[in-house]
């Protein structure tokens, strides 16, 4: 039989009890664990109680018993490898489940009940249903339904999976937002969720508010990857916006990235950035190694895959960075603006400018890409198209030059190189 999974889901605000029957409520007093020398309310990360899943109705069939604990386990290997919560661990969440209420007190500030249900039908099926609690003020602020058809599920699970990760870590973001914006109290968690907002323009003044973000994060909790991470990410583009042949950032950049690495030698996330910077500083194998060591970590992350097409680029290895971006954009249809960059610069220079153009023009912020979008279209024919992205450069960098451009980035291939040259000629650069 065809398994079919359907999402329903619904954002309630009403009060809820937080563990559902009374011979099974937990008490859950206590704010979130502090960080010596931090201030404020709730000064390190979120604290997350995932409890099993519960079974109820007349009849449930066993593959989606099995299924729904092996998915219950793999959310919270995930959320505990993520470092952005503390995660009780599963064995007390199942002798919490099992105890009666008010026999242990212990502190956490969100709980997530999985549950399964039997629906009687002509064709029997399960609901998965999720509920997520904020423990300190009582309130369901997430109640989701996920259908099982019994049939060939485990194809599905990892898909399941991973619905259910994004569901939990976005209500608890929009949550800790709300909560923030109602009190004015950040925790380090906080501090990197307002970062992570900035940072989605990459324009200066973004970067550097960004930056201001993750920096008190890291000063409430020093070991907290994420945030250590994203400031590596935020100095390495604040070194292309900026255009110095100063390499001071990316070597602040690579030292960010490092400590992040030496925290959780298994977060690629660290890798990445120590890769960013090494292809900044000209070092295409050292970027290289530790694009291809973060994508064994995460083998599905299409982030890494537009990274490693971007090195490949540089590389002058365009038809395999082209096979990369191809495969990142089918995982990530509604991709960030770096994914249209690199895969408009596989296309530029693949000879390829009006599928260039399409590419940078779908970026919602072209920026930094505007100098790209110039040489594309001078190349395409288009002069007075390109002229136009050069004004638009030159307002963001007046002191803009080929010559300069030429001095501070990799040239490996001194073909490719002369090709892009000349195309900024083309479109009017000096």
């Not at 249900?117 to 009582?138: K, N, Y």
């Not at 042949?245 to 602040?252: G, H, I, K």
Request: charged share 25%; hydrophobic share 40%; with cysteine.
């Amino acid at each position: 039989m065809s398994a079919t999974v359907a999402l329903r889901e619904n954002n309630l605000q009403a009060k809820a009890s937080l563990l559902g029957p009374a011979k099974n409520r937990i008490v859950a007093p206590g704010p979130a664990r502090r960080v010596p020398g931090g201030s404020g309310a709730g000064s390190s990360v979120p604290r997350l109680l995932m409890l099993p899943p519960t079974e109820t109705g007349p009849v449930i069939d066993p593959r989606d018993c099995e299924l729904s604990r092996s998915l219950v386990e793999d959310v919270t290997l995930t959320l505990c490898r993520s470092r952005l919560y503390d995660v009780v661990a599963p064995f007390t969440a199942q002798q919490l489940l099992e105890r009666e209420a008010g026999e242990h007190s212990i502190s956490f500030d969100y709980i997530v009940r999985i549950s399964l249900v039997a629906r009687d039908t002509p064709l029997p099926f399960s609901l998965l249903r999720i509920d997520i609690g904020d423990a300190r003020s009582g309130q369901s602020i997430h109640q989701g339904e996920m259908e099982l058809r019994t049939g060939n599920l485990i194809g599905l699970h990892q898909g399941l999976s991973s619905v259910v990760v994004d569901r939990i870590c976005g209500q608890i973001a929009r949550e800790e937002l709300y909560r923030f914006r109602r009190t004015g109290a950040a925790s380090a968690y906080v501090h990197y969720l307002l970062a992570m907002r900035r940072g989605d323009r990459a324009d200066l003044p973004s970067l550097l508010l960004a930056q201001k973000s993750l920096a008190r994060s890291i000063q409430l909790a020093p070991d907290f990857v994420p945030a250590l991470s994203e400031l590596a990410r935020t100095k390495t583009l604040e070194w292309l916006e900026r255009g110095s042949a100063d390499r001071a950032l990316l070597r602040e950049a690579t030292h960010l990235a490092e400590r992040g690495h030496r925290y959780d030698p298994l977060d690629s996330s660290s890798l990445r950035e120590i890769g960013h910077a090494a292809l900044y500083q000209h070092d295409l194998a050292s970027a290289l190694e530790h694009f291809d060591a973060a994508l064994e970590l995460a083998p599905n992350h299409a982030d890494l895959l537009v990274d490693q097409a971007d090195v490949l680029t540089h590389m002058s290895r365009h038809v395999e960075a082209e096979t990369l971006i191809t495969r990142a954009l089918a995982l990530n249809p509604l991709a960030p603006d770096d994914y249209y960059w690199i895969g408009g610069a596989v296309s530029f220079f693949r000879e390829r400018y009006q599928e260039a153009i399409d590419r940078l023009t779908a970026m919602r912020s072209p920026g930094l890409a505007l100098r790209l979008l110039a040489a594309s279209a001078a190349m395409n024919g288009d002069l007075e198209e390109a002229r136009r992205y050069r004004d638009q450069v030159l307002e963001r960098d007046p002191s803009f030059t080929v010559a300069k451009w030429a001095s501070l980035y990799p040239e490996p291939n001194r073909t490719d190189t002369a090709h892009y040259l000349q195309a900024l000629r083309m479109a009017g650069f000096s």
